[in-house]
């Protein structure tokens, strides 16, 4: 990869990066070898511009938002880690729609609707991804998910040319979007809400937070729920029905206050939790008959 000459790309536009990256600090999991180069475009423009680079020039390259359901290798990413933080604006654009950039968090959103008396997002207050991941994953909890609240998106396509979707073209289904099959890479986001009381909003995504606080293992670095829920079943209940909660390998472990959980307790590596996520699903399909699947993203050098 010739460094020489993204340096010079990033530079002419302005644009924040910066080499061998640890990936570890830009992970809720705080796991993670290094990315080659890390750049932060702050818009569409120098988005396009780098992607439009990377792909002339056969650079590979992986979009990040918060890293909030990623799991990194210990080797790294080869080339350009592209994250999406700075394009991160909030704005109003009717009576109950808000625009947010892909980049921006899906709590900041939360926050500014609230600040504007719209309802419809509450149930997200407190989930630590950017709101163009919780779109890619349909990101929910709580009885409520993305596909309740999202009207329209923009993204780039494959040739950079910028798409607009309403809701039903997202192809919304359980932690899943057209975003996940066509290598699209969302920019920004309308959100369709209501408007209610504004005391009412903030006292319901208050409720919301209590509960993650007592259910979830908060103080811990992790992805939120390793598992999809399996069909018929909870995977926390499973994994604890099989007696795996507090069962570690290295420092990454299954929480003793919630067992869909696998928690970083200060130093796990990668493999760490790798081989520990195969210890329960082997576990629970030996015991309980089930496959699970995870909802965390591996991404990385093997």
Do not use: W
């Amino acid at each position: 990869m010739a460094i020489p000459d993204l340096e010079v790309l990033f530079k002419q536009h302005k644009i924040e990066y910066c080499l061998n990256e640890a990936m570890s600090g830009h992970t809720s999991f705080k796991i993670g070898g290094k990315a080659d180069v890390f750049v932060r475009p702050k818009n569409e423009e120098q988005l396009s511009a780098i992607l439009l680079f990377l792909r002339q020039n056969k650079v590979p390259y992986y979009v990040v938002g918060n890293g909030s359901n990623l799991l990194v290798s210990d080797k790294g990413i080869e080339g350009v880690v592209i994250s999406t933080l700075k394009m991160n604006q909030i704005s109003l654009i009717s009576d109950t729609e808000i625009f947010a950039e892909a980049g921006a968090s899906l709590t900041a959103v939360c926050l500014f609707a609230q600040k504007n008396s719209l309802s419809g997002l509450e149930f997200a207050y407190g989930i630590p991804g950017s709101v163009g991941g919780a779109l890619y994953m349909n990101a929910g909890a709580y009885g409520g998910e993305m596909s309740q609240v999202v009207a329209e998106a923009s993204s780039l396509d494959n040739s950079l040319n910028t798409v607009k979707r309403t809701n039903e073209q997202m192809a919304l289904g359980y932690r899943e979007s057209t975003y996940r099959q066509n290598g699209e890479i969302i920019t920004g986001i309308t959100f369709s809400l209501k408007k209610g009381d504004k005391e009412k909003i903030a006292s319901e995504m208050e409720l919301y937070m209590s509960k993650r606080k007592a259910s979830q293992p908060l103080d811990f670095g992790s992805a939120g729920s390793t598992f999809k829920r399996p069909t018929g079943y909870y995977a926390a209940a499973l994994i604890d029905e099989c007696g795996l909660k507090g069962l570690a390998v290295g420092d990454a472990m299954v929480s003793e206050k919630h067992a869909g959980f696998v928690i970083n307790k200060g130093n796990a590596s990668c493999r760490d939790v790798q081989n520990l996520i195969e210890q329960i699903q082997t576990e629970v399909e030996k015991k309980r008959g089930v496959r699970l699947e995870t909802e965390v993203i591996f991404t990385g050098r093997k």
